[in-house]
Nanobody, 125 residues
Framework: QVQLVESGGGLVQAGGSARLSCVAS????????MGWYRQAAGKERELVAG???????NYSDSVKGRFTISRDNAKNTVWLQMNSLKPEDTAVYYC???????????????????WGQGTQVTVSS
């Protein structure tokens, strides 16, 4: 089991910045990637940014050039730096990690995705 805890959400003025953090704990092994998703009120959850264990990143078109995802594997932490925030960025942001199926030591893991509880980011006009 992997537990993810997000922090850094809150009320931000349009054009401002915020930095979200996600710390993983528990059985943090065989993690292939981590990412940030968001879900606005009445909308489906969407991928914002992702990063692999090797450092490759990808972003949704709506946040390219404004958001930056980073990861410290040694600290089991991933960040999302958000700049030039817009009201349409208002959403609950969720941290996600993918655990690969396979062996870690003498234990076999079935793999899957783990999710944090989310942190609200509200951008005022």
């Amino acid at each position: 089991q992997v537990q993810l805890v997000e922090s850094g959400g809150g009320l931000v003025q349009a054009g401002g910045s915020a930095r979200l953090s996600c710390v993983a704990s528990g059985r943090v092994v065989r993690i292939s990637s981590m990412g940030w998703y968001r879900q606005a009120a009445g909308k489906e959850r969407e991928l914002v940014a992702g990063i692999t264990s090797g450092g490759s990143t990808n972003y949704s078109d709506s946040v390219k050039g404004r958001f930056t995802i980073s990861r410290d594997n040694a600290k089991n932490t991933v960040w999302l730096q958000m700049n030039s925030l817009k009201p349409e960025d208002t959403a609950v942001y969720y941290c996600q990690c993918n655990q690969m199926r396979g062996w870690s030591g003498s234990l076999y893991y079935t793999g899957g995705d783990y999710w944090g509880q989310g942190t609200q980011v509200t951008v005022s006009s």
